[in-house]
């Protein structure tokens, strides 16, 4: 089945630095992927629609200033958060549909937890 | 704007037990809807898709049912066992755009 990584897996930075954090589709590509936040007991909350080789598609309400998007290849989309604070602690998540398949699936990587201090 | 809801938040059942998941969303004009199962501090995994014009779609002890005009679906788990221990999430697609919303879950507990 199609697999999708996150890594890291989790990572701990102090207040004001950046976090880069890659998502990648292992065996398909995919033209598109998206971009979930969720904070404890909550739900996932998408964020961003990375759209390979063109700029991403932000949410309501999401700074894309401080949520920067690339997708620089189909099989690899980075969700860099800048100057982080501990707000920005959260769980990111995020999924990918393959862009050759009619399915309408997405696949979703097993997240990378941020912690803030 | 499209809100999901799911109830109940959390659920405690015996081993054995066949148990249904509620899902309702506002918005009718839904492209498809999918059940996701999500483990303490993990992923999602996709259990089962069922798209607009379906009725149900089944997958071994899962079955997930869609009535569009009344916005419902459930989830129904039969026989229960402790490795469903999970969070149950269901979510909706309103157009092709694949940009899924998402409900609060529901937190399953199999008891043995």
């Known amino acids: 089945g199609a697999v999708v990584s996150q890594h890291p897996s989790w990572v701990i930075c102090k207040s004001g630095t950046s976090v880069k954090i890659e998502c990648r589709s292992l065996?398909?590509?995919?033209?598109?992927m998206f971009w979930y936040r969720q904070f404890p007991k909550q739900s996932l909350m998408l964020m961003a629609t990375s759209n390979e080789g063109s700029k991403a598609t932000y949410e309501q309400g999401v700074e894309k200033d401080k949520f920067l998007i690339n997708h620089a290849s189909l099989t690899l989309s980075t969700l860099t958060v800048t100057s982080a604070h501990p707000e920005d602690s959260s769980f990111y998540i995020c999924s990918a549909r393959d862009s050759e398949q009619g399915s309408y699936e997405q696949y979703f990587g097993p997240g990378t937890r941020l912690t803030v201090t | 704007k499209q809100e999901v809801t799911q109830i109940p938040a959390a659920l405690s059942v015996p081993e054995g037990e066949n148990l249904v998941l509620n899902c309702s969303f506002t918005d009718s004009a839904i492209y498809n809807l999918q059940w996701f199962r999500q483990d303490p501090g993990k992923g999602l995994t996709s259990l089962l898709l069922i798209q607009s014009s379906q009725r149900e779609q089944t997958s071994g002890r899962l079955n997930a049912s869609l009535d569009k005009s009344s916005g419902r679906s459930t989830l129904y788990i039969a026989a229960s066992q402790p490795g469903d221990s999970a969070t149950y999430l269901c979510?909706?697609?309103?157009?092709?755009?694949?940009?899924?919303?998402f409900g609060s879950g529901t937190r399953l507990l199999v008891r043995p």
């Open positions: 979510a909706v697609e309103m157009d092709s755009s694949y940009k899924l919303i």
């Open positions: 065996d398909f590509q995919a033209t598109t």
